[in-house]
């Protein structure tokens, strides 16, 4: 029977590599509602509800989360936004519901806009400044580059790992791997952030990867966090944990 990694306990040892989830962690979704309701009004000049616009665009988002690994490369992300907009189309109501896929995909692809959370730039600077690695480990498609070039944050980065050019997501060890590669260093050697029980946490303790449970306030956690996994409410924290003067006991993670 194979063990399972254990993750070292860190002491007081400064942390190497941070890897790093994207959505949730270092970027957030601007509400789309009314800007895919502006989209609508301005390009066709159709009128749709709030409620009728957040349930169209929840149905868009259940099925690329259930696609998003497909688009591996340009023409399969063009695709799949393609289809995107169809599952979109499909619960807008009429008249909205009969409007042309192409158009309507350029004004979904208008209304979803991603920003970084306020102290992100901040503590990836410090990271670099540091001289410790930063690289993105996300269950996202090949977009990903582009959406993290376009808010400013891939000049901050080392690497980024997305599950749907890997072929591997989390929590499955390849993914976790592949981002340990290009920070160049050891399991033991690196801290993962995410916002996810699941993937994030479950996925870098089966690496021997010792997770951070980032639950920002407002946000739930997708299942109970295992006994000894730390939690912090922003990735200010992690300032005091790569400072190797610091001591751990300062640093203000929550039980």
């Known amino acids: 029977m194979r063990r399972r990694p254990q993750v070292a306990a860190r002491g007081d040892r400064r942390a190497k590599a941070i890897l790093l989830d ?21 390009r066709f000049g159709v009128e749709v509800g709030a409620a009728e616009a957040g349930a169209a665009l929840r149905a868009e988002i259940a099925f690329y989360r259930a696609h998003h690994d497909e688009a591996s490369d340009r023409a399969r992300l063009a695709d799949l936004r393609r289809r995107s907009a169809q599952a979109l189309r499909d619960a807008l109501p009429a008249p909205a ?51 993290l070039e376009e808010t400013g944050l891939a000049p901050l980065l080392d690497g980024v790992v997305t599950s749907a050019e890997l072929g591997s997501a989390k929590p499955a060890g390849a993914i976790f791997a592949r981002g340990l590669e290009l920070a160049g260093v050891a399991a033991h050697e690196a801290v993962h952030v995410g916002d996810s029980v699941a993937h994030d946490v479950a996925g870098a303790r089966a690496s021997g990867i010792e997770p951070l449970l980032l639950v920002r306030d407002g946000s739930a956690v997708d299942a109970p966090p295992p006994p000894g996994v730390r939690t912090i409410a922003t990735l200010r924290p992690l300032l005091e944990l790569l400072d190797p003067g610091a001591r751990r006991r300062s640093v203000s993670f929550t039980p």
């Open 97 to 147: 519901s009969a409007l042309a896929l192409a158009p309507l995909t350029d004004a979904l692809l208008a209304a979803l806009r991603f920003r970084p959370f306020p102290e992100v730039a901040e503590v990836l600077r410090a990271a670099r400044e540091r001289g410790v690695r930063c690289v993105v480990v996300s269950n996202w498609d090949v977009s990903l580059h582009d959406v």
């Open 22 to 42: 994207a959505l949730g962690t270092l970027l957030e979704l601007e509400p789309p509602v009314e800007p895919l309701r502006r989209e609508l009004r301005e």
